[in-house]
């Protein structure tokens, strides 16, 4: 009915990978290609909905499970659902994969290197977990698994933006969007 399928793009990362800023760039291509779509953002998670949860291993994997809750609510809606969360531990990312239908689920791996995550440091939370004022700290404190066979992967260290925002948004349209018959005649 929307002109495409529905689905999550679960994005994983370390924090300062480029992950949120991906999301917020590919949904404004998408939103112009006429796919609806919407954000289910981990910070914006946990300062509503997953407020009461920490950054312990099992508050981690409740903070992901409400996720991908919500994000099959929208799926069911008709809504491509962009999911931009660190999900650190494959184990977790394979619980959640469960979730889904293979159709309806693809895991991006936004790759930068640790060295460069900690030196953009978008929000001082790194500088925080070397100090020690922050436990739990993914990347530091708190182990990240890169996934061992993800769909597709962005390198955020090695290429621009403007690059990576082309390279998935053709990844997504491929893949989510139904040509009609008259984009088959041109």
């Known amino acids: 009915m929307n002109g495409h399928k529905s689905g999550v793009v679960w994005f ?4 300062g990978s480029g992950k949120t800023t991906l999301a917020i760039e590919v949904e404004k291509r998408l939103l112009q290609e006429g796919i609806r779509c919407t954000i289910i953002d981990g910070d914006r998670l946990r300062k509503g909905l997953n407020h009461d949860l920490g950054f312990t291993e099992t508050d981690r994997m409740e903070n992901l499970r409400r ?20 999900s650190p531990f494959n184990s977790s ?18 790759k930068c290197s640790l060295e460069v995550c900690e030196r953009r440091d978008p929000k001082g939370m790194y500088r925080l ?3 020690g004022t922050l436990s739990n700290f993914t990347g530091v404190s708190a182990p990240y698994e890169p996934p061992l066979q993800p769909d597709i992967v962005v390198d955020t260290e090695y290429f621009s933006l403007e690059y990576c925002v082309d390279f998935f948004a053709d990844y997504v349209l491929s893949k989510y969007k139904i040509e009609t018959e008259k984009e088959n005649d041109l």
């Open 12 to 15: 994983t990362g370390l924090p």
């Open 67 to 86: 996720a991908a809750v919500i994000s099959l609510m929208f799926i069911e809606a008709g809504v491509l659902v962009l999911a931009p969360l660190i």
């Open 93 to 110: 990312r394979a619980i959640i994969k469960q979730h889904f239908t293979s159709e309806d689920f693809t895991e991006l791996y936004v």
């Open 129 to 131: 977990a070397r100090e």
